[in-house]
């Protein structure tokens, strides 16, 4: 059995990292994929990979902060597809460090603005045409931090936080219309953003977890196609942490 054989799935930060990782392996398992990020060139070599394995891929560079460009994401999907049935909210940034005192109020406006408005924007677009299409799951993706606060980070850490809320609360409003919402805690994963952190911090980082490495885009997938799934279909407004012991 192909599990999402006929079925339409969107991923947010699908260039790179845990969103690529996340649209190849739902692609793999029969679903028509919408790939949305900043950069079209990585969307595209995703696209490429994903219809070389004879899958099918839309690619739409968007800001995920933007409302009207999400909502316009969502309309051009359906034009082509005709529905939607599954959504992956993925996209992030991270941020350098700052005591609170010293963090610059764009830094944490737009921290929020791509790490949980897009979460909002996002829902605001999807959870209708699921509904329409009838019936389907949402992950929303956020962190380890979720749980735990990361120090001189607070704009990360609190746009993280506040994920778990707005999951929670979508998940009550919408378990009897046929969407299931859950929150997927990826740990520290091999991805750009990591490379990208600063020095010596993801070693430290890494040294702390139980399994002793970090986790690959691949384990945050088949997490996210897990609770996408029917074998999760009585799982809803629950956060699953896919860290290595992390948080134990």
């Not at 595209?44 to 394995?53: G, H, L, N, P, S």
């Not at 690619?59 to 902060?65: G, K, R, T």
């Not at 850490?157 to 809320?165: M, N, P, V």
């Amino acid at each position: 059995m192909i599990p999402f054989h006929d079925k339409v799935a969107l991923v947010t930060g699908a260039g790179t990292g845990m969103g690529a990782a996340t649209a190849i392996l739902l692609a793999e398992r029969g679903a028509r994929v919408t790939l949305v990020g900043r950069r079209e060139e990585p969307l595209r070599e995703v696209a490429a990979q994903i219809t070389k394995a004879g899958g099918e891929a839309l690619v739409l560079p968007a800001d995920v902060s933007d409302t009207r460009a999400v909502q316009r994401v969502v309309t051009t999907m359906v034009e082509r597809f005709g529905s939607l049935h599954y959504a992956v909210n993925n996209a992030g940034v991270s941020s350098e460090n700052h005591d609170l005192p010293d963090l610059p109020e764009e830094t944490w406006e737009r921290t929020l603005a791509i790490n949980l408005s897009s979460i909002y924007y996002g829902m605001k677009a999807q959870l209708p045409v699921i509904h329409a299409s009838g019936g389907g799951a949402i992950v929303n993706v956020s962190s380890v931090f979720a749980d735990r606060g990361l120090p001189l980070r607070a704009a990360y850490s609190a746009s993280k936080h506040g994920i778990r809320g707005i999951t929670r609360s979508a998940a009550q409003d919408w378990a009897a219309r046929g969407v299931r919402i859950n929150e997927l805690q990826p740990g520290v994963i091999a991805t750009p953003m990591l490379d990208s952190a600063n020095e010596g911090e993801a070693e430290g980082i890494a040294a702390a977890i139980a399994a002793r490495r970090v986790g690959e885009p691949r384990e945050i997938a088949t997490a996210v196609a897990f609770l996408l799934s029917d074998d999760a279909s009585y799982i809803t407004g629950a956060h699953l942490a896919v860290d290595g012991g992390f948080l134990t």
